[in-house]
């Protein structure tokens, strides 16, 4: 089965950074397990879509944890990358092998990854140079 490369974010609520504790843990997840239940499947970004995205990550997938730089910026910053090792979707949480968390201000185009989940992105294709840029260590 083909690697799927997924970008994700660990700033709740745009100024609270849980990246150290998902770094210390071996984990990321972001969504309370039953507040978001009744939402509706909507367009765009809205929860249900994301917990759609979520539902397709696979073990050995690689994930990285981005930060945007503010509003109107076009690129992002990489902070962590890291292989899944677990998929809990019970309680919206992955696990991971943290394999670089220290990268300085490795800035990449944002490619609209602006909610908490994006991906599935593949290393072919127009997503290449982007996906390598994203992912090399």
């Avoid at 943290?98 to 290393?123: Q, Y």
Wanted: with cysteine; net charge negative; proline share 2%.
């Amino acid at each position: 089965m083909q690697t799927q490369y997924w970008v994700v974010g660990a700033t709740w609520g745009g100024s609270e950074d849980v990246l150290p504790q998902f770094l210390k843990r071996g984990y990321w997840y972001c969504w309370d397990i039953n507040k978001f239940a009744n939402e509706q499947s909507g367009v765009g970004n809205t929860i249900k879509n994301q917990q759609q995205r979520f539902d397709k990550v696979r073990v050995g997938d690689r994930i990285a944890v981005k930060r945007l730089r503010g509003q109107g910026a076009t690129d992002m910053s990489v902070l962590a990358i890291g292989i899944v090792k677990d998929v809990d979707v019970e309680e919206w949480r992955i696990y991971v092998d943290w394999v670089a968390d220290e990268l300085g201000d490795r800035r990449v185009p944002l490619k609209g990854c602006t909610a908490s989940i994006h991906g599935p992105f593949l290393n072919e294709g127009e997503d290449s140079v982007w996906v390598n840029q994203v992912f090399c260590l």
